[in-house]
Structure formats: structure tokens, C-alpha cells
């Protein structure tokens, strides 16, 4: 069987194994004091040229979204995202969890707009209502669409008008800033949100997610949040020796780049046998729509995830590609399809 | 310098790197549901001669206790531990993050009693004040001692007697169980609680933590818990792949005796130059209390934690030993001693 | 100013007055332990011909739903109510203060379908997300609408079927049970229910609501989590001493049919000089649409909430009767509406 | 019988009761922001000689405690407070319920000291462990004792030396501010702490304690907080009037002298018989120790509170008078006593 199922479906890349075995018998300090997450927090910093920005390295997204939400919001507040954001659906209520309310808005193309994050501040108008404080966006979205850079300045004027965090949860932000007609940069981010963050376990990485604080206010004794959520790893250190690597020679662009490229591949070659799509999506995740007799064809080959249902009753069908993709595949998947 | 810091300062045990690496491109299903979950799993409950058990895989210590905690108690339920309990004083307030008291006791040699819980519950008479409705013990405890079985028994029937649920945090229960005079088996522990974690961080895997749930009470929908608390990761099988190797041929035990053998050989060592001890640790923790001035002596060689400080001003100094430790550093340390 | 702002602008109805002066100097024990508790939940439980019940006292609406929804679920699960519902607008997040998820569904006039229902629990697949585990209805509804006997039966069989607990905000329930139409009886609601509270406060009290507790799986302990949540009144006679007055002869009924007939009569009055309504309310709130300028013209002589904007910009207003109502200053909004 | 039981056994002060029958059918705005909060709020004010202090209105203790800790502190601070602190044992978690620790302190008579905080501070270093951000104490105790000026001005400094919150919970407050030997005005009360509340249930309200912020830091937003815990009454104008007439002519001092007085007769009575007593109590609350067989002779006269047990096996009781206690009740027990 291929898998197309999703992009955490093997190990690491080939550099990152080779400096976990090379670093393997030395002896380090732990819970992420040691020189490899120095040295990661530094190059990092110096890619996004923010050198007062704080780096904190964290295992997952769930454990990350809990830990950043849960440490900027006082008990009442609140943030706001589209509905289908990852912290409103699939986090088991882990915001919730820790005691705040996700407020939820239509957006466009799974994105926020102005225009939703005003009407939630106006429609919260008093203390019988959660206040909002932050609005959580993710890029790329749940369905793979992209920020452009317009958008995300105009999100972030917003904000701050509003008295507002942005926060952006980047669990495929190497994907995002690869992608096609992309014109964000790492930078970009860096400078128009509050915080964010780098995902490293759908980029290649073993695991692990690299939190970047860039508002003073949200800096002050975040490793505490960290360690309440359970998020300090005691050997801290494969953090920084993975995000090391990614942040050297900017692998982490060119493992989410080649991701990019088979899924445009992939797309194309869908589209010319007459496949259509949820969304224009130009990152790794695809959502192909196919009918019930089709994806049982594909399904003899194929693994991939059944994202849900169209209002015609065909079967949206997720297409994800990675860093370990290997191009044969694709094609294997164009020949299927091109043969129903 | 040479480090007796703690037992995760390393890496892994080389057979859970080349496992690791032999595995790193198969492509497997995410979040725990892999074959190799399910083989360590299966090996786990044939080890502890349980095969009722369930048994799931998460990331780290603190992470585990306030997932089990939270999971099995009611919102206005308690859990006992004694003072020391890393529960009660190293986990940033994990569990109380999630709505639970930890009622704290004395406890004797950093280990609870019958007496402790049944005062700790007869104390608690009414709805003004929380239910206790688990214990938690650590094996070893926080001050390197472990537990009997005679004290284990009595404390399981103590528990069963007043319904309360036992839990067992095993982030060092292989040097529990491999230390001299220990009379414990895993078998045991399954038999004696209602839950209990196989520690992977301290004995060897580059992280992981093994639950066992024994009773059936407890088993349902625990999957939620660990998503809700951050704790399911994405490339579950890397849990799965440690602790498969972990429970062949019994490296999880080989890797603690060794750290156990060092210890021993550093305690015997020290204790012939006139060193005392906080107590009497069989495990790989050792507490040696030094003046000040001896203190620095040895700081200019090894790397150690200052525990805290006796009555009468001197130091307690923790040396830790692991599956890493070397013999001829622990020769060296007691040379220093011995020059002193 | 004459006010229809709310239902709790007054004290309380001249018997409950009464009944507090006669036993102010009376010695009882305090927590609601005490006769007068006592016996206003006998009155209830035969008023509700369910001597299995148990009944609790507790002081207001937000608090009631925050320590029943708390009690009765476990910490990943959470409660599906309709967008417009209390729980999900109204009270500051007080749900999600306790870690749980408010899954809100869209619902027909106010009032929660069981196509809605099954949606949702369909929706939430796995252990990636909430689990539903109750369903939170309202009667009347937050925009004055009732269920009707065949929609709660309904909603009942849906619910039992998918092992959902169901829980009824009975805030205003005086209104509902004495609407014009309403063919829903106390007697109806606690068979179709696994619990529900009586509203006292809109209906007379000076405060307090009156929990019922139908299933036995949510009796248990349920007073500790009224103390951890601040609802335990040390003088918990008072909550007694008024509910024992609002079920003597019925008087909670008459006076929430007093409120009604006020609002019916406001209707019809309004509705006779061309008024239209946001919805056909039977109960005691009524929601009348005017333009902004007689809005102002309103506004020299009363007191009312806005409710919102409908779609051309008219404002719709909210007339709340109450048992304090009197009919001329109903008559006298009338008039002013008929000047227009 | 007659009850030395507690301290809210009977209803209201006449003055109270008489003012809420007065204004019963007024009709005026909901949720505390009514003009007799306003006013009752100016009088406090004025009697503390602080107009830039905000005040509040809730309806009971646990809830206020809960509110005002939830409302000061980010998730993962923690409250400092003697182990018989009222939020650390009588409280049904309700403080861990909002997330937060208490680290528990010895004390000396019920009472911190500054250096219980400066233990509990330094013993907290680091990240693994919550971080200390406020004192609790209250006065009176739970053991009836009083904090002297000298006392609080040195746990004030202490604090602000720190930068810790000082917080009073003065469920007890008129008691202890009008005990024989008290050195402490509420004006200094006032000055030294952060917050505190003043107590009206157990000094002749029929509910409710006055939230009084000092630090503006502390003031922000504190509605939202109120809301959350379901604090918020709907006719808040029920505490605005009770404390309206307790700040009028120093009704509340009055009241609590009185309770002082019996308090002061019965102690002296019973000393005389040779009784003698747990704490030196120079507050309404008395700790009289006493056999078995004597305990059962009072019980049939008198209801009263088991409070403990001695070393050697006797019975603690406590007799709480109140502004309700009458003189001759008081002779009854010093003359059951002298007979035993």
C-alpha cells in the first residue's frame, strides 16, 4: 500500500537521524538548557532577524496551541478562529481544558478575515460575555489554503487596533511559505503576529515544534506554561538538535519544497483526468473528490484519509504528500485515477 | 567534566537508536495505532502476566501523572501523595491545572503509609472538603528508596478497603526493580495496582513513558484523555519502536541494573572515605551531604544537583547513575573524594 | 421610567417576604441541611410525582448550569446546546472555566432538533476531538419560544438512544409550563429529563434555583460540587424557606401566569397597531422590532433591553414581564406604541 | 436547643430585613449596578478612606475566595496560606478547580509570618514548581486569633518586598476588628493589603461579602471574573441594600460587638468552671476543650461543632456566638458547665 495518508507517516529526514546518532553519548543538561537549543534559538532567530524574540521548543501542536493559549489569556478571555481551526476541532478541547472558550467564525477559504474578528469583538459587549483577546490562525489552513501577505497585514492592523494577539499555529508553515503564488516570508510572520509557531513534525523533524515569542508581554515566564503542560522534555536537547538541523543550509524549506512539488504534481495530474477539488489548495494537502465507487478503487492501492462529504454525496478525499514523498508514487496514483 | 546530573543527560541505548534508524522510512499509520505500538504493547502485558491490561504510550513523566490523574477523578476528587511526591512539588502544578488537590502527607522514607492514607481520608469527612479518591506512590520514590512488597500489599488492601484507586509513577521503577534487596516483581505491581507507568526517559529510550491500566474502570476512553492533554504524538510509533526494544530480552531491566551497579559501587566508595547519606537509597540516586568547601572541590570535575541542605548547613549533594554511566567516571569521583 | 427590562428588577413576591420576616430569628443549621430545604423538596418531588428524585438549592442560573454541567461529565466530554443558548453567549465562559466544550448547534426557533443532535454526535468521530455526553435545552428559550410535548419526547428518544445525558435550564420555567399552547406538564419534564432546575429568581424569589436530579448516575455526590463551585449558601434555609412558599398552592405557577397574561396582552396591543415580532414568543419575553427613531421616542417613558438588529436595521426590543407587572403600565406602553 | 453552632444560623439584622421589605417592589437594573450597590459602595469607601478602591458584591465566601484568586493570578502562580486556611481545607478544592495550587505554610496561632513566606518563596526556584504569587490570610482565623498591626505590617512589607499579592479574607472581619486587644482599623486593612472582602453572612446579612480592590492592578476587568463563577446575583441590589445598612451608623461594628461580647462572657464563664481552651480565641469563635462524657452532656442542651481532637484524646468544641446570641443562652451553658 502507498500512503498518502498524512505527513507524519515515517521517521525523520536522513540529516536529522544522523545528528541524533552523532550526538547520541554525549552528556547535556536537561529540559532544553542545554547548547544544541542555544544554538537552534539563535539560528532561528537570526532567519526570522528578530533578535529579541524568545525560542522555546515543545514536542507536538496540540501540547504547543494549550501551552501558548493558556499562558497569553487571563482566565475570561478568549480566542478566535474559524470554525474548522484545529484548536476548535481536533484538539479534544484541550483550549477548553484549560478553561477557555474558542469563539468561533465563518471565514473564507478556512481563513479569518477582518471582517470576522471585528463582528466577534462587537457581538462580545460585555462582562456576561468571554472577551476576546486573541485571534488563532493557521497557515497553511486546515484545507490547505494559503495567507498572502495582504491579507495577513490586514489581520494583524486589525489586531492590534483591537487590542488583540495574533497568534499563528505554523504545524505546516514550511509548506505554506514554499507553496505556489506564496509572497509571505519567515520574516513577514515574524514581524506581524504576536507569536507563532515553526512545525517541525509535519516538516521532517521526529517531532517537535518551535514556539517564537515576539511580544514582550507573552514572554515573561513561558517556561512555566511549558512545564504545567507537560511540555518540557527532559532530554530538551532533541529538540535543538533537530531544529538545528532544519535551520542549517534551510532544509526545512527544501523538505517542505519538495512536499509542495508532489502534491502539484499530483494535483495537476488529478485535474487533467477530470478531478475536482474541494479548494485551490497549493500546498501538500490535496482534497480530491471522488464517488463512493472511485474511492474504493483507489482504496486497493491507496491510504489516505476521508476528510468528509460534498452536498452531492461524493466523498472528499485528502491527498497528502512530505518531505518523504517519493515522486514514482504520484505517479502510480495519476495511473490509477486515469484509469477508472 | 563528567556529569552524575541526572539519568537523561544521554541519549539512547544504542539498540533503540539502530531501531530507530532501521525503521526511519517505513511508512506507518500516526498518533499510537502502528504495528509497533501494538507488538511493545502486547510484549508489555505478557511481561506483567495481565493480558487484560491496556497499555498506551506517551512522552514524558509529568505529562502521564496529569493525564492518569485527570482521567480517572471526578472534578471535586483528590489524589494522596506524600510531600516529596514530584506530583506535589515538580510538575509546576500539573495536576491542580486540572482541577485536582493533591493532599499532601508525611510519609516515611519518602514513601506513604496505611496510616497516611487512612488518616488523610478520615480527615476529609464531608462535602466542604475535597474526596480522596487515589494514592499515588513513585518507584523508586523521590529520595532513592523503594518500596516492599509487604508495604506494597498493605497498601494496595489499604486502598481497595477504602476505595480508593492506586497509582504507581514508574519514571525509575527499572532501578526499583533491579535494586539490591528489592523483592517487587512488574508481575506484582500489576497484581497490587490499578495503574501504573513503565518508565522509558530514565532507564534508556530517548523519551516515552509506558501506562498500564489494570482496572477496567479506568481503561475507557483514556485515547481522549491523552489528546485532550497534548500528550498523543503525531509518529506514535516512536514510542511503539523504544519500548518494543526496550521488552526484548529484557534491556529495560539490563539498562537499570547497570545504573544500579554504579550507583552501588559510588555509594560503597564514598561511604569507605566517610561520606554519609540523606538515606539509605538502593537505586540510582544517591544523596551524599558535603560541606561547603568539599562542595566546590568537586565541582570542578563533575556535574551534580544540589538537593538541598541538612539541619546543620552542610549540603546534600545528588549523584545520579544510568544506563550511560561509566565505571571509570565513578572511580573517578571517589578518588577526588578520597583526596579530599 | 417603567420598566420591562427584566424579570428580576423587583424583590420578591409579598409571600416569600413574609415567609423570611416570620422565620428571621428561627435558629436552624446552615448548608441547606436544614427543615425548610427539607420540606420544599418534598413538595417538589410529589409536585413532580418522582420520590426518587433528589432536589438541591442553589443561589443563580450561571451557577446552576456551571456545577451540573461540571458534576455530571468527565473531563474530555462535552455538552451540545443550540447557538443562541445561555451557556454559549451568556455567562463568561463559565462552562469552559471547567474544561468543557459547549458544541453549538444551529436549532429551529431557539430550540435544539434532533437532527441536530445526531449531527453532532456523528460529527465527533474519535478520540481527536470532544466527546458529546449531554444536551442542554432551555424552556422557555432564550427568545421566548416553548418546547412542545412531542418535540421533548423526541429529543428524549434521541438522546437515551445515544447514551446523552438531557438537561433543561428551567430559568424560566414558570412561563413555559403556563404558556398559552404549552401542553408540556412538571410531571412530563422530570420523566423526559435526567435533570432540570426550577428558575426561581425570574419568577419571584428573591434568588435560587432548584436542581432535580432524576438519573441516579447524577445524584451521587452531587453536593460537593455545588461547594466547589460557590454555590453552598451558609444560610441555605433561605433558598427553602422560599421555595416551601413558591410550591404552596401553586403559587409558582400563578405567578409566572401572571407574567404571561401581561405579555400576551403587550402583544396583542402591539401587534394591533402593526407591530411585528422576531419570533411568535408565548412566554414572558416578548421581541418587538421598531425602527431607531421610535426606539427614542420608547425610550422617554421605559426601560427594556435591545436585543439586536435585524437584517434592514430595525432594532428589535425586548418587553420582559414579570409577576411584578402591572397592567396599567402595559396599558400605557401600548398607548405610546399607538401615538407613534 | 440552643445553637452555638455557628455564626449564620438565623436570618438578618432587623435593620436588614426591614430595608429589603422597604424597597421590595422598587423596581431597578440587575447584576449590581443598581444605585444602592453604588451607594453601598461609596459608604465603604468612605469608611476605609480610600476612594480609589473598587468594591464588589458577592454572595458568599468560598465564592469570593475562588473569584478573587481565579482573577489575580496567571495560570500557573499559586496562593500561600496556613495549613488550616479556610481555602485550603474547607473549600472543596474550589481554588485547584480553578487551576491553582496553595502551598501550605505551618503558621504560628492560625497565623502566617513573614518567614513562612520567605521559606515558601525561596523553596519554590524554579520553573518545575508553581510560582508563589500571594498571600492569604484571614482575620479573624479559623482558630479565632487576630492579627495584630505590627503583625500585618510586616506581612505587608514582606509581601511587597516579594511581590506578592497580600489578599484577607474577612469572612470574620468584624469580629476580629472589634476583639478585646485589636490594634487594627479597617483603614489599615485597607493600606496594607492588595484586597481583601468584608464579611456580611456571618455578621447579620442575610448573604453577601464586600469585595474591596486596592491594587489597580487587581481592579481590571474583575466583572468578567464575578460572572464566570457564577458570583453575579441578578438582583444584585439585594447585597447593595444589606451592606447599604450595614455601613450605616456602623451597624456591622455594633453587630460583631455584640457577637465579641457573648463570646468574651461565655470564654470567662467557662474558664471560671476550669475549662480550658484549644487557642486564646479573643474572637466569636471559642475552642473549648472538653471529655466524651462531658461532650454528651452538653449535647443535650446545646448544638455545637466538633472541631478536633486533642493529643490526649479529648474534645475539641467550638461555641460560635453571634449578633444574634442572646445573653441568657449564653448563662444557660456557663451553668450546665459549673453542674458538670
Redesign the interface.
Known sequence: MI?F??D?????L?EI?EA??Q?????????GMDEYCAKAAEKIKKRINRPDAQVHFL??????N??CI??FL???E?VIGVKTAHIN??????I???????V?VEGVDGKITPQDILAAVAYHED?????PKMVYISDSTEIGTIYYKKELEEISACCKELGLYLYLDGARLGSALTAEGNDLTIEDIANLTDAFYIGG??NGA??GEAVVLLNPELQK?F?????????????GR?LGIQFNTLFTDDLFFKAAAHANQMAMKLKKGLADCGVTFLADSVTNQQFAIFTEEQTNVLNREF?FERFGTTEDGKNVIRFCTSW?TKEENVEQLISTVKAM
Open positions: 500512503s495518508k498524512n507524519y507517516s515515517e521517521g525523520a536522513p537521524m541524533l546518532v550526538s547520541n553519548l554525549e552528556s547535556t543538561v536537561g529540559y514536542v507536538g501542536g496540540t501540547q504547543t494549550q501551552t493558556s499562558a487571563r482566565s475570561y478568549a476541532v481536533h484538539e479534544t478541547g484541550a477548553e481544558a484549560t478553561g477557555h472558550k474558542v468561533a462582562e456576561h460575555m468571554v472577551k513534525t509535519k521526529l517531532f515566564e517556561r512555566y506554561s511549558i512545564k504545567q503542560h507537560g511540555g518540557m522534555l527532559a532530554k532533541l491510504l518523504a
